[in-house]
């Protein structure tokens, strides 16, 4: 089994920012409680407040795939339907080794 990192990228449309974000905001706490979640955080960009960029890491692609079936998943979708200007989602596998440094 191989850990799973994600990054995810939401745009809302400008009228839409604050209800988007209160939105994704409800994603959180649930989300960090699921069984194979490692880590979970949301950001929003300084510049630019209608972009907002998840870092996720999950124990394996299986525990992601549980996750977009959750009902807060679900619920988030509903309620951002027609909100959200552009979404795209990064799974990625760490290629560098764990132990910087160490001898091959």
């Not at 706490?29 to 979640?37: D, L, Q």
């Not at 890491?57 to 200007?85: M, P, R």
Request: glycine content about 4%; charged content about 30%.
């Amino acid at each position: 089994m191989s850990r799973l990192t994600v990054v995810a990228k939401v745009v809302a449309k400008k009228e839409s920012v604050e209800s988007v974000k209160s939105e994704l905001l409800k994603l959180v706490a649930p989300t960090r409680e699921e069984e194979g979640c490692i880590e979970y955080n949301l950001h929003q960009d300084n510049d630019d407040p209608a972009l907002f960029i998840f870092y996720e890491n999950w124990e394996s692609a299986a525990c992601l795939e549980k996750h977009i079936t959750s009902d807060h998943f679900k619920s988030y979708a509903g309620a951002v339907d027609g909100l959200i200007e552009e979404k795209t989602v990064h799974k990625m596998t760490r290629i560098e080794s764990k132990k910087q440094g160490a001898p091959s």
